[in-house]
């Protein structure tokens, strides 16, 4: 089963043209599975990532590893 260990969240906002703004970011979760420890990068929009629990970003993190997107 793996663990989470920590999650860092990251959005920078940068100006495209002077009118439109776009947002890059995402997730950096570092995890354990007993024998490996390791990390992912999730990106996903700061409006859904506010309302993650740790049992969604576990489920990320192990769809992530296994190749589904």
Known sequence: MIQILNVEVNWISA??????ETVYGGMLV?????????????????NVAMNLTLN??????????????
């Open 15 to 20: 100006t495209q043209c002077g009118k439109c």
């Open 30 to 46: 570092n995890y354990f599975d007993g024998e490996v420890r390791d990390y992912v990068r999730l990106d996903i929009p700061e």
């Open 56 to 69: 969604d970003i576990r489920e990320r993190v192990v769809l992530k590893l296994r190749g589904v997107q």
